[in-house]
């Protein structure tokens, strides 16, 4: 009989509603702890058709990534119970933060998780009506709303109506941080239309945390706030004078990048940051472009006292990744044509709608006319729509139709490789030596090595104290690691104070570790204020390493500073290749 009961409720429980995963659990957990004051290990891990011990383990991880990721420790276990200790707006912060999240990186309006999360207290139906209302509302008043946004503001929304119809009241004055008229019409009309009421405290706080992510905010995006136009001409300046580069001059990309700061700076300063999924991958793909991001810490925190997460930077590395892109030197091109001009002129005028300022046409020639031609003119690639029958030392590049997409990342790609080819063998040799390369193989610390590298490049007259550059380096990993990949570091400070620009390259053959990553090769650097734009190939040759495991096991076997010089100069001609 107590085989046919088990049976019998095995066949009525629908399995989709109960959460199997760890991390299904933990949100069902805090769904439940959201309107029962508390619950025992023993109800939830009988709800849940698993183990006391196994909830206590789920609880004990919850705990530690609430607090890593959200800044919330109000999960509390005492004597079995679980419960939520903290104030209202630390609770609807957590739900604000945990939709932000889930949103973002499932692209979806209910997943797995926030399903488990409200099941038990919310009807999802209501978020369905929310979102078709939002979605109307900033049809109706030309507002072109993503849809993750839509997704997320909704969540908000329902949260907070949850809340305020469960009686759980805001008892503390919330500021309303910026007076989003739009914002709050919408807010008031949602209400008076869906028949939903709150106070003037949940409306300000729902507010603060929606204007973060930029919702109903003026589409002129250069009407920044008086104190973040002076970050942005503080960062602009300072990428003028360290790396000689104007961003100012690409308007569109730099107002672009002004929105998305103003947003990044507001969400800073609600502590509701954004979480980048590609985090790595920027930093590894872009480095020299979050590099220049990087700029924007120190200003960002000497005005307000708070640093920005690696994953802010990183988006607005991608705002400085196209402009970077464009920079490279100008080459001179000489256009062959073969029966008629006309075609020459057509590519011409390709040619400069494309590649504008870096490609400089010297001029249309026949092809009797291109040898007198080369020998009066300084030219770095001959583009003919005919096949050139005698062998030139300059490269040829044939376009004998219309001219495809194919045709542009040749062109492009030339480019890139002979900007390469005339500045980074210089670079490197100006960074990298011999006599600046270290080979470990005992057992020491990370800040060891620190201490040793920095030690030869003061003795290098590279710069100028020692323990406070170690000082430095050690303050910024404790906010921004640099750590690359496949235990490459590229250490060094958040402000450079270097008298030269050198990089001390350190081969680890013993078993380090620093935080949890395995400690292989370090390229300890350090850089002038004002720093040479052509560190971008240093940066794409150390990244090359860190992501190529071949080249860092090659690394590790040598044992001697001169072959590790040798073959790096081996490496910086492939790339030149």
Not at 268 to 276: A, G, K, P
Not at 289 to 294: D, K, P, S, V
Not at 557 to 564: G, H
Request: charged share 25%; glycine share 2%.
């Amino acid at each position: 009989e107590k085989v046919k009961d088990c049976i019998t409720l095995m066949e009525a429980i629908d399995h989709k509603q109960i959460a199997s995963t760890p991390m299904e659990r933990k949100y069902y957990i805090l769904g439940q702890l959201f309107h029962r004051e508390s619950v025992s290990l023993y109800d939830i891990a009988s709800e849940l058709f698993v183990s006391e011990q196994t909830i206590y383990k789920d609880i004990t991880s919850f705990q530690k990534s609430l607090k890593k990721l959200f800044h919330y420790d109000g999960l509390l276990l005492e004597n079995g119970e679980l419960c939520l200790k903290s104030d209202e707006v630390a609770l609807r912060t957590l739900l604000y933060r945990i939709v932000k999240e889930e949103i973002y990186l499932s692209n979806k309006l209910v997943d797995i998780h926030l399903y488990q999360l409200v099941k038990d207290f919310i009807d999802v139906e209501e978020i369905y009506d929310i979102v078709d209302y939002m979605s109307g509302y900033c049809k109706t008043h030309n507002v072109n709303i993503p849809d993750q946004m839509l997704f997320v503001v909704s969540w908000m929304v329902l949260f907070t109506i949850t809340r305020c119809e469960d009686k759980c009241y805001i008892k503390e004055h919330v500021h309303l941080q910026h007076n989003n008229e739009p914002l709050h019409a919408m807010l008031h009309t949602l209400l008076r239309d869906l028949h939903y009421t709150m106070e003037v405290e949940d409306i300000s706080l729902l507010q603060n945390y929606m204007e973060t992510l930029g919702l109903f905010s003026n589409q002129n995006t250069s009407l920044l706030s008086t104190s973040n136009e002076v970050i942005v001409h503080e960062f602009v300046g300072q990428m003028k004078s360290k790396y000689n580069l104007d961003f100012e001059s690409m308007p569109s990309l730099f107002e672009n990048f002004k929105s998305h700061l103003e947003f990044a700076i507001k969400r800073l300063l609600m502590d509701y940051q954004l979480i980048n999924p590609l985090l790595q991958e920027v930093k590894t793909t872009y480095a020299f472009a979050y590099e220049i991001a990087m700029l924007i810490v120190p200003i960002v925190h000497k005005k307000y006292n708070l640093y920005m997460k690696e994953d802010e930077i990183s988006f607005l590395a991608l705002y400085i990744q196209p402009f970077l892109k464009v920079q490279n030197t100008s080459i001179k091109v000489l256009i062959v044509f073969g029966t008629t001009q006309s075609f020459a002129s057509f590519i011409e005028t390709w040619i400069h709608q494309e590649f504008k300022e870096r490609v400089q046409v010297m001029g249309n020639v026949s092809t009797y006319q291109l040898e007198e031609e080369i020998k009066n003119q300084n030219v770095d690639l001959i583009i003919s729509n005919i096949a050139l029958e005698k062998k030139l030392n300059i490269p040829v590049i044939e376009i004998q139709q219309l001219p495809y997409e194919a045709d542009r990342v040749q062109i492009e790609n030339f480019i890139s490789r002979r900007a390469m080819l005339s500045q980074s063998a210089s670079i490197f040799h100006k960074v990298f030596s011999k006599d600046r390369i270290l080979i470990i193989e005992e057992d020491i610390s990370y800040e060891e090595i620190l201490k040793r590298s920095a030690t030869l490049l003061e003795n290098h007259h590279k710069i100028p104290d020692a323990p406070r550059f170690v000082e430095d380096i050690i303050s910024r990993e404790k906010v921004y690691p640099t750590h690359i990949e496949n235990g490459c570091f590229m250490p060094h400070p958040l402000m450079n104070t270097a008298s030269e620009d050198a990089i001390m390259m350190v081969i680890v053959k013993s078993n380090i570790l620093k935080d949890t990553n395995p400690v292989c090769i370090m390229f300890v650097s350090a850089f002038e204020p004002k720093i040479d734009a052509d560190l971008k190939y240093i940066y794409n040759l150390i990244n090359m390493i860190a992501t190529t495991p071949s080249l860092i096991q090659m690394l590790l076997e040598m044992k001697t500073p001169e072959e590790v010089m040798d073959y790096l100069e081996r490496i910086i001609q492939i790339m030149k290749d």
